[in-house]
């Protein structure tokens, strides 16, 4: 298994990112200064210009290795571009003495700016071929200038020639400064993986590579890859051509897959553990929109959507704003057009469709929105502050508020980059839910190590919704011992694991209780009315008089109404034996009784023996007899039944 990637030697792992104009020298001085041309494809070495992503690495002087993803400077490939920039830690901004700054330069610039790229190294290439000192001062004041307000405000200029080799041990070293400066990236216990090649490679099968964040993979790892939710196993681990047995986060990493197909594969997915990443097509951001941008962003536009290695079309929604003029910023929601695996903090890239242009960024506030929002709603905005500016306990409760209810697990698995896990200090997420709990503003619905919670709102509103749903269930249908449970779990819109949650809260806290199938309010017991019980009592007396032959379900539904039937029934007034035949409770316990007495005696009993036992028709005591057949009482050998052997509580009757 083969490719350019970065490893490490002994501490952090970085990546860093070719930027700039087309024909500035980027692949030239990747190759000058690693010896690996990163331009792979036939067309690029012909044409002698990168087309899609390259990858190569370096050695720093102090021994470190760093990865390098070479993109593409022409304007048509400027999406491609787009797919490597995204996991770098600082840019190596390409800029060519003798033309200078130049419309990609500048879009390349923003883009790095947007992405918050904070930091790099500017390279001014190519001055070999400049004479006029005066010159190269003109060009560094411009590009000091073209920087001034952007993440590479502070980077440092290195002339160089990749022809002549003047000054390239001076950008290493710069580099080397550069990224001792970037703090290492964190593990997160959640990986993720954008894919930005997939291949077949003879003797190893599918390959994908890319930049790991959030975390590591080990060998024989089993992996999802989403959005498709594809299942796979890591057969191997590449790093910079070495073969390794955990991938750390930050470093260029290739995984051989077992399982999968590149069929199955495109650039943009994304390779994690299974239940880390849920696919989204609705997303709520942070936009800033380019002060360059040719027209104003208008509620509805189409756009092309770019995250990680991912590129998709977008419907923009305008949340506050009727429209965002170029400079300004605001709240979107957008609809992509496809599933994405996108991820709280994850940053992104607006471009226009025609012409096409790169139009802005930002940041993604709440990957998994419940709904799509209203417009113009103030409280929809102060939630999605909260959640930027907010502390890791603030983030924590809003999230929570938007989820409803969530496990412990999954809430702190949706949370942003900058709200880690368990980093064992103030911005431990951990330590802020536990916080929340005994601060009594999160509810733990549940006693486990990983329980169900809903902020105390939540909890408060879920509640008086059961009980008016319960209230509303017992007045239409009085007769009732209570509501479904699923019906009741329906009607709060809650999947199964997390409504059982709830429920298990409502009834410890003594608001419902919950009966197994059916659940009703604590202080609610099926009664009939006068009339109702007056008519029950005559259907009774007229079963009395003739206990073996009863009137069937359907003539009592009709007598007597199919509510006031089922209440007897669930109140043990009548049994019913079969879907036609009913006896009174004295009179099912005798039958029980001289079945069993019979079989005891006689060792068996046919249908007949039993219609001569009990004077009866047919009809009576088949339904008895296969009532004791399916309750495992009794049990059939050819005509006749014999007793099962198992025992009851009518058996002691």
Same mark, same amino acid.
């Given at each position: 298994?083969?490719?350019?990637?970065?490893?490490?030697?002994?501490?952090?792992?970085?990546?860093?990112?070719?930027?700039?104009?087309?024909?500035?020298?980027?692949?030239?001085?990747?190759?000058?200064?690693?010896?690996?041309?990163?331009?792979?494809?036939?067309?690029?070495?012909?044409?002698?210009?990168?087309?899609?992503?390259?990858?190569?690495?370096?050695?720093?002087?102090?021994?470190?290795?760093?990865?390098?993803?070479?993109?593409?400077?022409? +304007?048509?490939?400027?999406?491609?571009?787009?797919?490597?920039?995204?996991?770098?830690?600082?840019?190596?901004?390409?800029?060519?003495?003798?033309?200078?700054?130049?419309?990609?330069?500048?879009?390349?610039?923003?883009?790095?700016?947007?992405?918050?790229?904070?930091?790099?190294?500017?390279?001014?290439?190519?001055?070999?071929?400049?004479?006029?000192?005066?010159?190269?001062?003109?060009? @560094?004041?411009?590009?000091?200038?073209?920087?001034?307000?952007?993440? &590479?405000?502070?980077?440092?200029?290195?002339?160089? @020639?990749? =022809?002549?080799?003047?000054?390239?041990?001076?950008?290493?070293?710069?580099?080397?400064?550069? &990224?001792?400066?970037?703090?290492?990236?964190?593990?997160?216990?959640?990986? =993720?993986?954008? +894919?930005?090649?997939?291949?077949?490679?003879?003797?190893?099968?599918?390959?994908?590579?890319?930049?790991?964040?959030?975390?590591?993979?080990?060998?024989?790892?089993?992996?999802?890859?989403?959005?498709?939710?594809?299942?796979? =196993?890591?057969?191997?681990?590449?790093?910079?051509?070495?073969?390794?047995?955990?991938?750390?986060?930050?470093?260029?990493?290739?995984?051989?897959?077992?399982?999968?197909?590149?069929?199955?594969?495109?650039?943009?997915?994304?390779?994690?553990?299974?239940?880390?990443?849920?696919?989204?097509?609705?997303?709520?951001?942070?936009?800033?929109?380019?002060?360059?941008?040719?027209?104003?962003?208008?509620?509805?536009?189409?756009?092309?959507?770019?995250?990680?290695?991912?590129?998709?079309?977008? +419907?923009?929604?305008?949340?506050?704003?009727?429209?965002?003029?170029?400079?300004?910023?605001?709240?979107?929601?957008?609809?992509?057009?496809?599933?994405?695996?996108?991820?709280?903090?994850?940053?992104?890239?607006?471009?226009?469709?025609?012409?096409?242009?790169?139009?802005?960024?930002?940041?993604?506030?709440?990957?998994?929105?419940?709904?799509?929002?209203?417009?113009?709603?103030?409280?929809?905005?102060?939630?999605?502050?909260?959640?930027?500016?907010?502390?890791?306990? $603030?983030?924590?409760?809003?999230?929570?508020?938007?989820?409803?209810?969530?496990?412990?697990?999954?809430?702190?698995?949706?949370?942003?980059?900058?709200?880690?896990?368990?980093?064992?200090?103030? !911005?431990?997420?951990?330590?802020?839910?536990?916080?929340?709990?005994?601060?009594?503003?999160? +509810?733990?619905?549940?006693?486990?190590?990983?329980?169900?919670?809903?902020?105390?709102?939540?909890? $408060?509103?879920?509640?008086?919704?059961?009980?008016?749903?319960?209230?509303?269930?017992?007045?239409?249908?009085?007769?009732?011992?209570?509501?479904?449970?699923?019906?009741? =779990?329906?009607?709060?819109?809650?999947?199964?694991?997390?409504?059982?949650?709830?429920?298990?809260?409502?009834?410890?806290?003594?608001?419902?209780?919950?009966?197994?199938?059916?659940?009703?309010?604590?202080?609610?017991?099926?009664?009939?009315?006068?009339?109702?019980?007056?008519?029950?009592?005559?259907?009774?007396?007229?079963?009395?008089?003739?206990?073996?032959?009863?009137?069937?379900?359907?003539?009592?539904?009709?007598?007597?109404?199919?509510?006031?039937?089922?209440?007897?029934?669930?109140? !043990?007034?009548?049994?019913?034996?079969?879907?036609?035949?009913?006896?009174?409770? $004295?009179?099912?316990?005798?039958?029980?009784?001289?079945?069993?007495?019979?079989?005891?005696?006689?060792?068996?009993?046919?249908?007949?023996?039993?219609?001569?036992?009990?004077?009866?028709?047919?009809?009576?005591?088949?339904?008895? &007899?296969?009532?004791?057949?399916?309750?495992?009482?009794?049990?059939?050998?050819?005509?006749?039944?014999?007793?099962? !052997?198992?025992?009851?509580?009518?058996?002691?009757?």
């Amino acid at each position: 298994m083969v490719c350019g990637l970065s490893s490490v030697v002994g501490g952090a792992m970085y990546v860093i990112g070719t930027a700039g104009h087309v024909d500035h020298g980027k692949s030239t001085l990747v190759q000058a200064l690693t010896g690996i041309n990163p331009d792979r494809l036939k067309e690029e070495q012909e044409r002698e210009m990168t087309i899609d992503l390259g990858f190569a690495w370096l050695t720093l002087p102090n021994g470190e290795s760093v990865g390098i993803v070479d993109v593409p400077g022409h +304007i048509d490939f400027i999406e491609n571009m787009l797919a490597g920039v995204g996991g770098i830690d600082a840019a190596l901004f390409v800029i060519a003495a003798d033309e200078g700054v130049m419309p990609q330069t500048r879009e390349h610039l923003a883009i790095l700016d947007l992405l918050g790229i904070n930091g790099g190294v500017i390279a001014l290439t190519k001055i070999d071929l400049v004479t006029d000192p005066e010159w190269l001062d003109l060009v @560094s004041a411009e590009i000091m200038e073209t920087v001034s307000h952007t993440v &590479l405000a502070d980077a440092p200029i290195v002339p160089v @020639s990749a =022809r002549t080799g003047q000054g390239l041990d001076e950008l290493l070293k710069a580099l080397q400064v550069c &990224l001792a400066e970037r703090p290492s990236r964190p593990d997160l216990g959640r990986p =993720r993986l954008p +894919i930005d090649r997939a291949f077949t490679m003879t003797g190893f099968g599918t390959v994908v590579t890319g930049t790991l964040s959030d975390g590591t993979f080990t060998l024989g790892q089993e992996v999802e890859i989403q959005p498709q939710g594809l299942r796979a =196993r890591i057969r191997g681990l590449q790093t910079h051509k070495r073969k390794i047995e955990r991938a750390v986060p930050g470093s260029r990493v290739a995984i051989n897959l077992a399982g999968v197909s590149p069929a199955d594969l495109k650039r943009g997915d994304v390779v994690t553990l299974p239940g880390v990443l849920r696919p989204t097509q609705l997303i709520d951001v942070r936009f800033r929109h380019l002060p360059d941008a040719p027209r104003p962003l208008r509620h509805n536009a189409e756009v092309k959507f770019f995250s990680g290695a991912a590129e998709v079309v977008a +419907i923009v929604r305008l949340l506050g704003d009727d429209s965002l003029a170029p400079g300004e910023s605001g709240w979107l929601q957008l609809r992509l057009a496809r599933p994405l695996a996108l991820a709280a903090g994850d940053r992104f890239i607006l471009r226009a469709t025609s012409p096409p242009a790169t139009i802005g960024g930002g940041v993604i506030v709440d990957p998994h929105p419940t709904r799509r929002h209203r417009r113009f709603q103030p409280e929809v905005i102060a939630r999605l502050e909260a959640l930027v500016q907010g502390t890791p306990t $603030e983030v924590l409760f809003q999230t929570l508020e938007q989820q409803g209810v969530a496990q412990a697990s999954e809430l702190l698995r949706r949370l942003p980059p900058s709200v880690p896990p368990r980093a064992g200090g103030e !911005g431990d997420a951990q330590a802020a839910l536990d916080a929340l709990i005994q601060g009594g503003r999160v +509810i733990a619905l549940t006693e486990s190590p990983d329980p169900f919670l809903a902020s105390r709102p939540t909890w $408060e509103r879920l509640a008086d919704e059961i009980h008016t749903t319960l209230a509303a269930y017992h007045r239409a249908h009085p007769l009732k011992r209570g509501m479904p449970r699923e019906e009741l =779990r329906s009607r709060l819109r809650l999947e199964a694991r997390a409504f059982q949650a709830v429920l298990s809260r409502a009834a410890a806290e003594g608001r419902v209780v919950d009966q197994g199938a059916v659940v009703r309010l604590p202080d609610f017991a099926p009664r009939l009315t006068a009339e109702q019980e007056r008519q029950a009592e005559a259907f009774l007396a007229a079963c009395r008089r003739d206990p073996y032959a009863t009137p069937s379900v359907k003539e009592a539904a009709a007598q007597i109404g199919p509510d006031v039937l089922q209440f007897l029934v669930e109140q !043990g007034r009548l049994v019913q034996v079969s879907e036609e035949v009913l006896f009174l409770p $004295e009179t099912y316990q005798a039958m029980v009784a001289g079945v069993r007495r019979t079989i005891e005696e006689k060792g068996s009993i046919t249908v007949a023996q039993a219609r001569d036992l009990f004077n009866t028709s047919r009809k009576y005591v088949l339904a008895l &007899l296969e009532h004791l057949d399916r309750e495992g009482r009794t049990q059939r050998v050819g005509d006749a039944r014999v007793w099962s !052997g198992r025992q009851t509580a009518d058996d002691k009757l």
